[in-house]
Nanobody, 119 residues
Framework: QVQVVESGGGLVQAGGSLRLSCAAS????????MGWYRQAPGKQRELVAR?????????ADSVKGRFTISRDNAKNTVSMYLQMSSRRPEDTAVYYC???????????WGQGTQVTVSS
């Protein structure tokens, strides 16, 4: 099993920057890839960005050039970050960290962190 915890959400003005952090612990050697998702009120959860084993990154078109995902592997923990710049009101959502684990590709989710961008 993998435990995932996010942190770093809050209120930011449009155009500002914010960094989200995620820490994964447990069976971290079985992690295939990790990603950030978000869910705005009344909308479905969507992929924001992900980083695959080996460092390859993938972004939603809506955040390309504004958000940067990174990953740091330690002995017992995998940390993942989402640096968000040039924030827009439409970026307001609950942001979730996800770890895709094992041959069955089971997803482990964090509890989510609220990010609000004021115009």
């Amino acid at each position: 099993q993998v435990q995932v915890v996010e942190s770093g959400g809050g209120l930011v003005q449009a155009g500002g920057s914010l960094r989200l952090s995620c820490a994964a612990s447990g069976s971290i050697l079985s992690i295939n890839f990790m990603g950030w998702y978000r869910q705005a009120p009344g909308k479905q959860r969507e992929l924001v960005a992900r980083v695959i084993r080996g460092g390859t990154t993938d972004y939603a078109d809506s955040v390309k050039g504004r958000f940067t995902i990174s990953r740091d592997n330690a002995k017992n923990t995998v940390s993942m970050y989402l640096q968000m710049s040039s924030r827009r009101p439409e970026d307001t959502a609950v942001y979730y960290c996800n770890a895709n684990v094992g041959i069955n590709r089971r997803g482990y989710w964090g509890q989510g962190t609220q990010v609000t961008v004021s115009s």
